[in-house]
């Protein structure tokens, strides 16, 4: 089996068969990460480049770990420390570290397509990282992975996805994987973090948090993106805390085996309670680990056989 | 279409399967230090049986583990096709412990270097010594069985297929010839 594909953009394009394979490899890569040397030889000589326009802890350092792990060689570029300060066009960059003949290239932009284009330009594979509000496929893969781990299947549960639906790559990417492998996707948040048409999607929307996770297999919260405050979508952080934070008599709607997820960072007593976020439902950290393995699958999927 | 011959039926390889734990029993003087690790998958199964056979034979436990080469072979990068991963399950350490190394078909040896390889990343073995139902020739690389069920000299055109499963009867060993 290999991916036949050049680039991972989007969860969007990508089909059920594929889906599956990556996450049946991201399986077998769990162990890896449990050994005594955590290094497998599998990527000997492979040079994978994160670049990165967008500040990121956890992606950033998944991706390299994941790297690592199989032995490729990591380069971590951040727009802040390079000549993108200086003024260099995007493309001009991308040709310029192209021209070093990395073999993949993960890139965050804050800009919706900005992975496409580059896979346009440059002939490494290209793995968005999160572009924009568009899409952040490691992410929703990693979510699948957890859920399929907990859960054992995906196909017929209920998930719920609570938050600022329109401005989440994550949401977006969780909506396309989900729906595709069979689950009921239903989304919560007020309407001015509901972008239109979302129901064409396919899922249910909802206003009150309440309904939204009734009877919920899953729960995934997002981040309340707090420098959006001033763009007045909602009154105040302690409003919002109150009718759409999640909650433990909230927690009590939704199935009695309810997992809990978030893609991270938390803002603690926002979206999501301490009690909850550290509580016994929450797979918060489980999707992190399950990021390593889905991030050393793709770089395993991706690379060779040309 | 390709031709298929069996070679070895249920019984033969039951029969090899015993001999092989017996000859490990001896060259190894018990059971002491020793643990089983089968290739993923054909060996998995035959690790299996040999380990059964040992355990009755002796009346202990001996520990058994999987091991999956896919992280570690040779042609990863230069290949087209991407093998399906197999789960690697190694619940112990193997540090001075003699491995008895179980895989179905030795052809190449391709398989045993990564292997060994992959072994070696557990911990430092006393030994390592490679049991194989098959041994159909053909090497690249220096390695040889310590144990072998039966040598079958075979041309490069042919396929030695091993089917061991769970169910017993169906165990069968088979040269398909692709004419």
């Known amino acids: 089996m290999k991916l036949a ?33 955590k290094k497998v030889p599998t990527l000997r000589g492979v040079t994978v480049m994160n670049l990165f326009y967008e500040p990121s802890t956890r992606t950033r350092t998944s991706f390299e770990i994941a790297a690592k792990r199989l032995s490729a060689d990591t380069i971590n570029i951040s727009t802040a420390t390079s000549s993108v300060v200086k003024g260099e066009t995007f493309i001009d960059t991308a040709k310029n570290l192209e021209a070093m003949n990395p073999d993949i290239i993960v890139l965050r932009h804050s800009a919706a ?7 346009r330009v440059v002939r490494q594979s290209v793995i968005n990282a999160g572009d924009g509000a568009h899409e952040h496929p490691t992410q929703a893969l990693l979510d699948m992975m957890t859920i399929r781990e907990k859960k054992k299947r995906i196909a017929g549960l209920k998930v719920s996805i609570v938050g600022d639906i329109a401005h989440s790559r994550v949401a977006r990417s969780n909506i396309y994987g989900l729906t595709k492998m069979g689950a009921k996707v239903t989304v919560g948040g ?27 297999d899953i729960i ?7 420098e959006r405050q001033d763009m007045s979508v909602f009154p105040s952080l302690r409003e919002y805390a109150n009718l759409f934070g999640l909650n433990r008599k909230r927690v009590a709607l939704a199935k009695e085996d309810v997992i809990i997820m978030h893609p991270g960072p938390m803002n603690r007593g926002v979206e999501i309670s301490p009690d909850v976020a550290d509580g016994p439902y929450s797979v918060i950290l489980d999707q992190v680990t399950n990021g390593v393995a889905v991030r050393m699958a793709l770089l395993y999927l991706l690379s060779g056989g040309n | 279409m390709s031709k298929k011959r069996v070679v070895m039926d249920s019984a033969g390889i039951d029969r090899s399967l015993t001999r092989i734990s017996y000859e490990i029993l ?16 054909g060996g998995v ?3 299996e049986r040999i380990r059964e056979k040992i355990c009755r034979i002796e009346d202990t436990k001996v520990p058994m583990g999987k091991l999956d080469i896919t992280l570690y072979r040779d042609d990863l990068l230069t290949s087209s096709k991407k093998p399906r991963m197999g789960k690697t399950d190694i619940p112990f350490s193997l540090d001075n412990k003699k491995v008895v190394l179980v895989d179905d078909v030795l052809f190449t040896g391709r398989t ?10 557990f911990g430092r073995p ?44 169906k165990d069968e060993v088979v040269i398909l010839e692709n004419a």
Do not use: C, Y
């Not at chain 2, 001896?26 to 998958?41: A, P, T, Y």
């Not at chain 2, 390695?143 to 041309?155: C, E, M, Q, T, Y």
């Open chain 2, 45 to 47: 199964f035959l690790a």
């Open chain 2, 26 to 41: 001896e060259k190894n003087k018990g059971v002491e230090d020793l643990v089983i690790i089968g290739i993923q998958k």
């Open chain 2, 112 to 121: 045993i270097r990564a292997a060994m390889d992959a072994l070696i990343d």
């Open chain 1, 113 to 119: 397509g900005a992975p496409h284009m580059l896979s």
């Open chain 2, 126 to 169: 006393k030994l390592i010594q490679l049991a194989v139902l098959i041994d159909r020739g053909h090497r690249e690389l220096p390695i040889r069985a310590d144990f072998v069920g039966k040598n079958l000299p075979s041309s490069l055109w042919e396929e030695v297929n091993v089917s061991v499963s769970t169910d017993k009867a």
């Open chain 1, 190 to 216: 007020p309407s001015t973090m509901m972008p239109r048409f979302i129901d064409r999607l396919g899922v249910e929307v909802h206003h009150h948090v309440d309904d939204a996770i009734r009877d919920a």
């Open chain 1, 5 to 37: 594909r050049k680039d991972i953009l989007g969860i969007r394009d990508l089909a059920v068969e594929e889906i599956n394979l990556i996450l049946d490899t991201a399986e077998s890569f769990i162990e890896v990460s449990t050994r005594e040397i």
């Open chain 1, 220 to 226: 995934m919260m997002l981040r309340i993106q707090t």
